[in-house]
């Protein structure tokens, strides 16, 4: 059928009825395939400049993990410095508008970003973590740790 139909268009009879509808056919597969290419093409997506709820569970969460078997826990104003279980140094201080988590002053891993302040209190069983965001949204939580004697 192929063999015919490649007879047909080297023919010079002119352009037939069954080569209209051949291109039709392939005019409509090619169509078809770029109709369903567009949603991959063109993804609405809307980025916020605003901390979810579910980020700062997120950073808590991590929070908690490394604090609680840390050692030599030192917060001042924007920065938290603290010896992780592998005796490592780890930072979490505010850099432009994140936090991020240094290890032995290398690094740069963000924790959380759109931050306009963040401020780390330590008390005597606790740390502070107050945080303000550019959108003015206003997150706070206390981590509670095992005072260590060293």
Same mark, same amino acid.
């Given at each position: 059928?192929? &063999?015919? $139909?490649? &007879? %047909?268009?080297?023919?010079?009879?002119?352009?037939? @009825?069954?080569?209209?509808?051949?291109? $039709?056919?392939?005019?409509?597969?090619?169509?078809?395939?770029?109709?369903?290419?567009?949603?991959?093409?063109?993804?609405?997506?809307?980025?916020?400049?605003?901390?979810?709820?579910? /980020?700062?569970?997120?950073?808590?969460?991590?929070?908690? %993990?490394? @604090?609680?078997?840390?050692?030599?826990?030192?917060?001042?104003?924007? #920065?938290?410095?603290?010896? +992780?279980?592998?005796?490592? #140094?780890?930072?979490? /201080?505010?850099?432009?508008?994140?936090?991020?988590?240094?290890?032995?002053? &290398?690094?740069?891993?963000? @924790?959380?970003? $759109?931050?306009?302040?963040?401020?780390?209190? &330590?008390?005597?069983?606790?740390?502070?973590?107050?945080? #303000?965001?550019?959108? +003015?949204?206003?997150?706070?939580?206390?981590?509670?740790?095992?005072?260590?004697?060293?």
């Amino acid at each position: 059928m192929i &063999k015919r $139909f490649v &007879k %047909l268009l080297k023919s010079e009879s002119g352009y037939t @009825l069954a080569e209209m509808l051949f291109s $039709f056919s392939v005019w409509l597969y090619v169509v078809t395939l770029i109709a369903m290419f567009i949603p991959f093409i063109y993804v609405n997506t809307q980025f916020s400049n605003e901390v979810e709820e579910k /980020e700062w569970e997120i950073f808590l969460h991590q929070s908690k %993990l490394e @604090l609680r078997g840390a050692r030599q826990i030192t917060a001042v104003n924007q #920065r938290l410095t603290f010896i +992780n279980f592998s005796n490592e #140094r780890v930072d979490y /201080e505010q850099y432009g508008q994140l936090i991020r988590r240094r290890v032995d002053g &290398k690094g740069h891993e963000i @924790l959380l970003h $759109f931050v306009q302040s963040v401020e780390f209190k &330590k008390q005597a069983n606790h740390i502070e973590i107050s945080v #303000r965001t550019v959108n +003015n949204q206003k997150f706070s939580a206390k981590i509670y740790v095992i005072p260590s004697s060293s």
